[in-house]
């Protein structure tokens, strides 16, 4: 009879850094363990290769998330980060390649097809392309939005706003505006006229006194 041994509730980490590495070390840049998770750098082009051999030589069977992050100091700005779990050891593990605009990374939907999605998402926030994904399309902005919207240089306010026309009868995007009335603030003081005196607020009256005396 065959025993099933359940995952342990809590998976340590120990061992796990050297045992994936000696499988992975050829496309390995960096390894290392942080806030309790572990973490492996690997080469882009060999990405789909080190997540093939986790998912069948280390029992990471789950691909859970794959998410974005843009370094725009860096030469190549953008990282994509995949979060991997072993249901049989109850473990996670991440692995990051990183990227420019213009340098796809392999798509792993040959591995997990629920990574389409993932990477239509790190696509559309961030304008990484992932080469072989067969529906590479937007997938949470709207139809013709234009720019990426999770780049540290995308606007806060975005390029354009809509609305809907009581004129027209429909919904139409137009350039946003920021319209504000103008006003004086008083930076020194803001709660001036408040019956009480607030912490600061001697350094107002010194700063007043010095320029009446200037």
Partial sequence: MKVVHSAPRF?????????????IGVWLIEA???HGEVIFRVQRDAVAKVLRILRDDHQYQQMMEIAGA???????????VYMLLS????????????????????TI?????NAGWLEREVFDMYGVTFAGNPDL??????????GHP????????????????????????EPVELAQE???????????????????????????????GQ
Avoid at 137 to 146: K, M, P
Avoid at 182 to 206: C, H, I, N, Q
């Fill in 32 to 34: 290392e363990e942080s």
């Fill in 87 to 106: 249901l049989t050891k109850n473990h996670r593990v991440m692995v990051k390649c990183s990227t420019d605009e213009n340098t796809p990374v392999p």
């Fill in 182 to 212: 103008m006003r004086t603030f008083d930076f020194l003081s803001p709660w001036e006229g408040a019956d009480y005196v607030l912490p600061g607020d001697e350094k107002a009256d010194e700063k007043a006194k010095e320029e009446g």
């Fill in 137 to 146: 399309r937007r997938i949470l902005t709207d139809y013709g939005f234009e």
């Fill in 109 to 113: 939907t040959t591995l997990w097809p």
């Fill in 70 to 80: 843009d370094y725009p100091a860096r030469p190549e700005r953008f990282e994509v």
């Fill in 11 to 23: 998976a340590s980490n120990e061992g796990v850094i050297n045992a994936i590495s000696e499988s």
């Fill in 150 to 173: 999770f780049r540290k240089d995308f606007p806060m306010t975005g390029y354009t706003e809509l609305r809907y026309s009581e004129e027209e009868k429909r919904v139409v995007y």
